[in-house]
């Protein structure tokens, strides 16, 4: 008895009733229209006439439908008054879909079962309401008269007038319910996405989805190569700053430039996680594009922090172009944060090879027990590194090995399908 009657105590229940009422206010206006046929056309049956006003009227309410800002006003308002979870309309389609087509007809349609639902409940709960207000007292003489199968009830006055004045505020209040509920069950699906939209919220989705991905990817190589850096190089740094005052400043240096280019790659990340565009007037940065054009300036950044890097090349890398050549350069990045992460301190090698068909990357390094030297040597690892790299090198079509190469090196070696610009 008391969950039934939980509808009748809830807010919602009234602003939903008085969302469907000001449908019918609404309204109104539209009539004055619709009742010009009906004033030009007098000689027809009464009948007639009133089929030509709702006809006309209908018309007038789907075609305040068909605009675009009614249907983004609909789903708003019942957002907050019916309390019904929208998305917001998209303004993206599946390509070939013309505009509006998921939409067209199914807002005009909600509009007039909004404007329906709030004349009769307006006039149902507008004539309980008075009735609720005139029975007690006799106010304007009231009466109440009831038949059902033969038998006829009359209410004029007394603790009768009462209980039937309780009885019409009661179902003033269960009228609201209804047509709430009506609404209720019908916004999510009029007002709701259609199967066009549904296909082009989901292909947004997994383009966004994609795009944060390949951010976390640039954030963890950029950001995790420099950390792995500039950490070795301050420890250089602190042990030479009383013996080698040169070499310190120099690895100093070499922070600095590391800790720069690390910041314009979390500006950006950061900037598009927020939604903001990449570029703003004065205050925004562009993407940073590192390429293998900018392998020296890498593989020198690394040498600051006590490591030997060798550099074996052929081909010409620097006519690799576009993403592959940003991708290799990350995937060189890695490689090397690994092996000064992860090796024992000595040689590592990089290897760069640009043929006609592919192109080819590998990083050596030896592993085994670290020399015993103040540099720190235990990392905390995230485990996202080569997963992350396998993923890069699967969207590329390109092939990965990772793993032991002999008793004491590690090699990562990458092979990518290319096309070398002419």
């Known amino acids: 008895m008391i969950k039934a009657l939980r509808p009748l105590l809830r807010r919602s229940t009234y602003t939903g009733a008085l969302f469907a009422y000001a449908a019918a206010l609404a309204s109104l206006p539209l ?132 209980a039937a004045a309780l009885g019409c505020l009661l179902l003033a209040a269960v009228v609201c319910v209804l047509v709430t509920r009506a609404l209720r069950w019908s916004a999510p699906r009029l007002l709701g996405p259609s199967t066009t939209e549904r296909l082009a919220l989901a292909a947004e989705r997994e383009r966004r989805l994609a795009e944060r991905n390949r951010l976390a990817h640039e954030l963890h190589d950029s950001i995790g190569h420099t950390l792995t850096t500039t950490t070795i190089q301050a420890a250089v740094a602190g042990e030479l700053m009383s013996t080698d005052p040169v070499a310190a400043r120099a690895a100093l240096r070499s922070i600095e430039e590391s800790a720069r280019a690390a910041l314009e790659d979390l500006d950006y990340v950061l900037g598009v996680l927020r939604e903001r565009e990449a570029e703003k007037a004065g205050t925004g940065t562009a993407a940073p594009i590192r390429t293998l054009a900018d392998l020296p300036e890498l593989l020198e950044r690394v040498r600051h922090t006590g490591a030997v890097v060798e550099w074996e090349r052929s081909g010409d890398p620097a006519r690799v172009r576009g993403t592959l050549s940003r991708a290799a350069y990350r995937i060189v990045q890695e490689g090397l944060t690994n092996a000064v992460r992860h090796g024992s301190g000595g040689p590592i090698t990089v290897r760069v090879a640009a043929g006609p068909d592919a192109l080819e990357l590998a990083v050596v390094n030896e592993t085994g027990a670290a020399p015993r030297t103040g540099r720190p040597r235990a990392f905390p690892t995230s485990g996202h590194g080569l997963p992350g790299l396998a993923e890069r090198v699967r969207l590329l079509h390109g092939e990965i090995d990772a793993g032991p190469d002999g008793p004491r090196h590690w090699r990562l070696a990458v092979r990518l399908p290319v096309r070398l610009s002419a």
């Open 31 to 162: 009539l004055s229209f619709a009742l010009l046929p009906a004033l030009a056309w007098r000689s027809a049956p009464e009948g007639v006439l009133f089929g030509v006003v709702l006809v006309v009227w209908a018309a007038l309410i789907a075609l305040v439908g068909l605009a675009r800002t009614t249907r983004r006003v609909l789903v708003l308002a019942a957002r907050r008054l019916l309390h019904v979870v929208l998305p917001a309309p998209s303004a993206a389609r599946p390509p070939g879909t013309p505009p509006g087509a998921g939409q067209r007809w199914r807002t005009p349609l909600w509009l007039l079962l909004h404007v329906t639902v709030g004349w009769t409940g307006a006039l149902a709960s507008g004539l309980l309401l008075f009735l609720a207000v005139a029975l007690p007292g006799g106010w304007l003489r009231a009466e109440l008269a009831l038949s059902l199968f033969g038998r006829s009830a009359r209410v004029t006055g007394g603790w009768q007038s009462w």
